[in-house]
Every structure is written in structure tokens, then in C-alpha cells.
């Protein structure tokens, strides 16, 4: 557990990172402290990338010290930018002509440098003395991860500087005020689900700016679907129309200025609607294999279930319980119309029966009973094998064994023994696939056995009954 002091320090570093003052500059440049005249300009970094041996004379502490920080410079009528405030110390020395500093992002791989260059007659003079270098005028973008050198110029492989730096993002309340690529806007929008179309407004941004609109599926990242729209800044309608072909959970709408690294303001209201989730399920006849694949990510149990006729609910079917990880899929299946897939997530259940609406040849068990036995046989288009038993149903879904198991083929027939006690509403005959990995019991129930000598009163003691199961199932 994080102690009650730590948890308190987090807080007051995260407040003073979010809120603390980037201080304005006016304009950039390069200045040097004790009088010494010192001057600046643009360099590749190229010439000066090779260090040479320093001489003896010369100390690796020449360089003292180097401290980073940003600044804001907001021209009149123009957007504000972001500057690296770099200061370092140098022991001026009669080997150093001046210093080459440079900022490398390791977030683009583009690098920035700029030669300081002293006066030599000045530097022979206050030879010994400290020097503080203060450069400003590299810009730089939010939240980029910055690599800053000095070194000598010469180069001396002995005498250099570097440090990490990372400039603010737009959680700051300064930069998230004043930089443009923080200004993301304010996006409000309205469905046509007739249509499909959603219309997107925008409002709060620079005016003079571009603005692009998208619609796009979030995973890992934002995927595109569809082309991103663009709104100009001249335009005096600040909206467009986007159409979308299913409304998805993971459906967003990303807009964001048309500039380098803008911040991306991002709006998913259609997380709840996750119906059309459940609709991506495939069934394979050669491989006998259900899939399921989500069209966005979900956390969600997946379970094959039987579809009770009495009362629509789907009971779930033994090790058949899968997490979602990417795709669901279920090798030889049975295609009868009451096996279903149930999804279950934090705002409920659907099931979905993709056998149901009779593509598929669907299974039947029929059992007549004459005397004291029971008579069983399967009809079905395919080949097929199945198993047979006598059962209590102890519970709706719940059926225990009170017989020997017996395996019986599309075309043939089994006869089955039964006693009194074993006639009576809870007992059932209960048959289901053999051939397949997942496959519905199903079960004929409130068995009447005919008994000789029994009196049945005007009716017939030799009469047979008949039952035949329903297997088609209409889903509601």
C-alpha cells in the first residue's frame, strides 16, 4: 500500500507539472554574461561531429554545468510556439573558440544546432573566467522528448555536455491554453440513423486553421474507416457529414487542427451500443467450425448454450466457456437449430442462434412406446451417430442418468427396457450427436408406459403413443 506521505507528494509533483507558469519571452536569442561579446548561428553539426584530443592544458571541467527548461514566445497576431530555454557554464579558455549546441527529438529523428562563437581577443584576456551561455531560439513541440548537447568548438572528445529533456504537453494549463496544437476544439454531433449519417460540428478552435474530422474504429489506435473530412478555416460552416456503415461501441469521431502534431480530441458515444457486436458469427460446413470475430474490442464470455423451448432461456453448454482474446471459435459443431452462442458482458446477455432459421439440415429424435418399451430412432439428412439414455430430470436443464447409455446410427433404432419406476412426468429419453464436440441434448419427457393387465378404462391397453420432437425452434 502506498503510504499516506508518498500519496501526498504525487499529488503536490502531478499539480506542480500541470500547473505550474512557462515563462514569455519576446523574442529569442543567445546571451553571454561577463561582458563577453558572443554571437550565433546556424550549423549542421556536420563539421564539428569529429572531437578531437584535448590539450593538456585544457580541463574536462570547462564545462560546469547546463540547465533546461521551456519558454513561450506569442508574437502580436500570431500563434504562440514553444522554445528550449538552454543555459550552460563555460571556463573560458585560449583553446576553445566557442560552443555547438544541439537538440536531437528522439520523437521525429530531426536535430537542431547553432554555433556560439567569442570574441578572441576578449576570451584571451578573462582566460579562466566563467562564462554563463544562455541559447532560446530552438522550437519545439509539445510533449517531445529531447536529446541536448554542447561541446567545444573545437570538438574535444573529453569536454562535452548532454541531457534528456521532456517538454510539457497539453496537461499543463499554460500550454494547453496558448499552444495551437492544444486547441482541439469543441466537436457536438447528431445521428441520422435512417441515413447513416453523422454530422459533426465544431467550435472552438483557431479560426484561420484547417480542421480535419474523422470517424474511425478505436483499438490500440484509432483505424480510419472511410476518408477524413476537412473543414476550412475560411469557411464560414464549421461542419460536415460523415457516413458510417454499422454503429459500433468502438466507433468515434478524432478531429484535430490541420498542424504539425496537433492534439487529437476524440468523442465515442456509441460505447453501449454493442448489439451489432454479436451479429459476426461464421460457420464453416466443410470444417464444421463456429467462429465468432467483434468488430472492436470487448470484454465479453462467450458460451455455447441449448435454447429451452419452455422459456427462451439458453442453457449453457459443458467446457464450452470461452475469455475473449481476439476470435472465439468452436471446432465440429452441431448445426441443430436450438444450439446457440450466449455473450455475456458487464451490461448483460444476448444469444445469438445462427442454425435456426433452417440453412442447415437439423436433427430429429422420435420415440414411440408400446408395453413396457420405449422405441427410439433418428432422422437427419447427414450422417450421424448418437447416444441415447434414460434420465431424471431432476431440474429444468438438469438431467441424471437412471440407465445403461446405448449408441445408435441415423436409420436404426434402439428399444429401450422400462419398468414402473421408471415412468412418470421427470423421467425423459434423452438423446444427442456423438460424431461432433458440441452438440444439444435433446429430450422426450412425461413418459406413459402401457403395462399388461393394467386397466387404461375404455382405452385401448395395446395403444401406442407417439411422440415427436420439435426441433425447429422461432426466435424471438
Known amino acids: 500500500m502506498i ?15 500541470d500547473c505550474h507558469i512557462i515563462p514569455r519571452i519576446e523574442e529569442c536569442g543567445l546571451s553571454c554574461s561577463q561582458g563577453i561579446h558572443c554571437k550565433s548561428k546556424p550549423s ?16 574536462s571541467m570547462v564545462l560546469k554545468s547546463m540547465k533546461i527548461s521551456t519558454v513561450i514566445k506569442c508574437p502580436q497576431g500570431s500563434p504562440c510556439s514553444l522554445h528550449l530555454n538552454i543555459k550552460g557554464t563555460l571556463s573560458l579558455d585560449e583553446n576553445i573558440r566557442g ?15 547553432t554555433n556560439v562563437r567569442f570574441a578572441r581577443k576578449k576570451n584571451k584576456i578573462l582566460n579562466g573566467k566563467k562564462v554563463q551561455v544562455q541559447f532560446n531560439c530552438f522550437e519545439v513541440n509539445v510533449a517531445q ?25 497539453c496537461r499543463n494549463s499554460d500550454v494547453g491554453k496558448h499552444i495551437p496544437a492544444c486547441l482541439a476544439g469543441k466537436l457536438d454531433y447528431n445521428v441520422d440513423r435512417t441515413r447513416k449519417i453523422i454530422s459533426v460540428n465544431v467550435s472552438n478552435f483557431l479560426r484561420d486553421q484547417d480542421y480535419y474530422i474523422r470517424l474511425c474504429h478505436k483499438w490500440f489506435t484509432c483505424e480510419d474507416v472511410g476518408q477524413f473530412a476537412v473543414i476550412k478555416g475560411k469557411d464560414s460552416l464549421k461542419s460536415v457529414s460523415l457516413k458510417y456503415s454499422q454503429l459500433l461501441p468502438c466507433l468515434c469521431i478524432e478531429g484535430w487542427l490541420a498542424i504539425p502534431d496537433a492534439r487529437r480530441l476524440q468523442l465515442c458515444p456509441f460505447e453501449n451500443d454493442t448489439k451489432a457486436l454479436w451479429d459476426n458469427i461464421v460457420y464453416n460446413p466443410v470444417t464444421q467450425t463456429l467462429a465468432w470475430e467483434p468488430s472492436c474490442p470487448v470484454l465479453v464470455i462467450v458460451n455455447l448454450c441449448r435454447l429451452m423451448k419452455s422459456n427462451d432461456h439458453c442453457e449453457d453448454i459443458q467446457d464450452s466457456s470461452k475469455r475473449f482474446p481476439e476470435k472465439v471459435k468452436y471446432s465440429r459443431v452441431d448445426t441443430h437449430p436450438r444450439l446457440c452462442m ?10 445469438k442462434c445462427p442454425f435456426a432459421h433452417g440453412e442447415f439440415p437439423a436433427w430429429k429424435m422420435r420415440t414411440a412406446a408400446v408395453a413396457d418399451r420405449i422405441q427410439v430412432f433418428f432422422t437427419s439428412q447427414t450422417k450421424a451417430h448418437f447416444s441415447v439414455l434414460v434420465c431424471n430430470r431432476t431440474q429444468l436443464a438438469s438431467c441424471e442418468s437412471v440407465g445403461m447409455r446405448h449408441s445408435v446410427s441415423v436409420g436404426d433404432s434402439v428399444s429401450i427396457m422400462m419398468s414402473r419406476e421408471m415412468c412418470g412426468s421427470t423421467i425423459c429419453i434423452q438423446g444427442w450427436r456423438t ?12 413418459i406413459h408406459c402401457g403395462f399388461r393387465g393394467q386397466t387404461y378404462g375404455n382405452e385401448n391397453p395395446a395403444k401406442a403413443l407417439t411422440h415427436r420432437m420439435k426441433s425447429v425452434h422461432s426466435l424471438h
Not at 522528448?145 to 504537453?169: A, L
Open 3 to 17: 503510504s499516506v506521505h508518498v500519496l501526498i507528494l504525487l499529488i503536490i509533483l502531478f499539480w506542480n507539472y
Open 44 to 59: 549542421s553539426g556536420i563539421f564539428n561531429s569529429f572531437c578531437h584530443s584535448a590539450p593538456a592544458s585544457l580541463s
Open 99 to 113: 560552443l555547438e549546441i544541439c537538440s536531437f527529438s528522439l520523437d521525429t529523428q530531426q536535430s537542431q544546432c
Open 145 to 169: 522528448h529531447i536529446y541536448v548537447t554542447v561541446k567545444t568548438v573545437p570538438n574535444y572528445c573529453e569536454v562535452k555536455m548532454s541531457q534528456e529533456y521532456y517538454v510539457e504537453d
Open 342 to 351: 450466449k455473450f455475456t458482458t458487464k451490461q448483460g446477455s444476448w444469444v
Open 435 to 446: 460424431d461432433v464436440d458440441y452438440s444439444v441434448p435433446l429430450q422426450t419427457c412425461d
